[in-house]
C-alpha cells in the first residue's frame, strides 16, 4: 500500500521560530509537492521537487523554503514563522513515469501564535 | 479568479440520490483530476480524464469534460453516508511531474 507521512499531524510555533515539516514516501517517486491548504482558496502549491537536491519554485514561496538530501524525503523550512502562515499543510508525491496522480500525506495543521 | 473552479461550494442531498458537481478551468490543459478529501485529512485521488476524453467512469463515478467549455463535471451515483467529504478538481497542464492547479472545492454532504 503506497504511503506519505508527514512528521506531524498538529503543531503549535510562536512567531519567529524556524519550523521544519518532514515529509517520507515509500513508493520510491521522483516528484514531491508541499501544499498549503486555506478555507476558500484551496491548495496552493508552495514547492515542488523533481529530483534529488532539485526544486521549483510553486506559486506562493515567499517564507519557505525547501531541502530534498534523499529521494524519499522533502522537507518544508519556514526560516522566521510568522501568523500568516498558520495554515494546513500537505505533502504529495508522484511518479514521473506515466502515473499521473498524487498521493497526499494526512496533513500537518500548523498554528503560529 | 483561481483556475479550477467547483460549483456549488455546498451540496447537500439525501442518501441514495445522485450529486454533482461541477468544474470550470481557464486554460488549456493536458488532464484533468478529481480527488477527495474527507474531514482534516490528505487527497485521495478519485479518477483522471484526459483532454482527449469526453467521458470516463470509475465504480459509482462518472467525469465528463468538455474542453470547448473548459468545464468538467464529476457525478456520484446512488451516494452513501461515505460519500460525505470535499471534492476538488485538478489541472495539469502536461503529463508526469507537472504542478496541479486545486480549486477551492465542493463540500458534500449526505443525509442519512
Known amino acids: 500500500d503506497v504511503k506519505v507521512t508527514q512528521s506531524s499531524r498538529y503543531l503549535v510555533k510562536r512567531t519567529g521560530e524556524k519550523v521544519f515539516l518532514e515529509c517520507v514516501q515509500d513508493?520510491?517517486?521522483?516528484?514531491m509537492f508541499w501544499y498549503r491548504q486555506d478555507p476558500g482558496l484551496g491548495l496552493r502549491l508552495i514547492y515542488f521537487?523533481?529530483?534529488?537536491?532539485?526544486?521549483e519554485k510553486g506559486d506562493i514561496p515567499e517564507g519557505y523554503s525547501v531541502s530534498r538530501e534523499k529521494k524519499e524525503r522533502f522537507s518544508l523550512i519556514l526560516e522566521s514563522a510568522s501568523t500568516n502562515q498558520t495554515s494546513m499543510y500537505l505533502c504529495?508525491?508522484?511518479?514521473?513515469?506515466?502515473?499521473?496522480?498524487?498521493?497526499f500525506g494526512p496533513g500537518t495543521r500548523l498554528t503560529v501564535t | 479568479s483561481q483556475q479550477g473552479e467547483e460549483d456549488p461550494q455546498a451540496l447537500s442531498i439525501q442518501e441514495g440520490e445522485n450529486a454533482t458537481m461541477n468544474c470550470s478551468y481557464k486554460?488549456?490543459?493536458?488532464?484533468l483530476q478529481w480527488y477527495r478529501q474527507n474531514s482534516g485529512r490528505g487527497l485521495v485521488h478519485l479518477i483522471l480524464?484526459?483532454?482527449?476524453?469526453r467521458e470516463k467512469h470509475s465504480g459509482r463515478l462518472r467525469v465528463t469534460l468538455d474542453t470547448s467549455k473548459k468545464s468538467s463535471s464529476l457525478l456520484i451515483t446512488a451516494s452513501r453516508a461515505a460519500d460525505t467529504a470535499s471534492y476538488f478538481c485538478a489541472t495539469a497542464k502536461n503529463f508526469g511531474n507537472e504542478k496541479l492547479t486545486f480549486g477551492t472545492g465542493t463540500r458534500l454532504t449526505i443525509i442519512p
Open positions: 513508493m520510491d517517486h521522483e516528484n
Open positions: 486554460t488549456s490543459i493536458n488532464n
Open positions: 504529495a508525491s508522484n511518479s514521473a513515469r506515466g502515473t499521473y496522480e498524487q498521493y
Open positions: 480524464i484526459r483532454s482527449n476524453e
Open positions: 521537487s523533481y529530483d534529488v537536491k532539485m526544486k
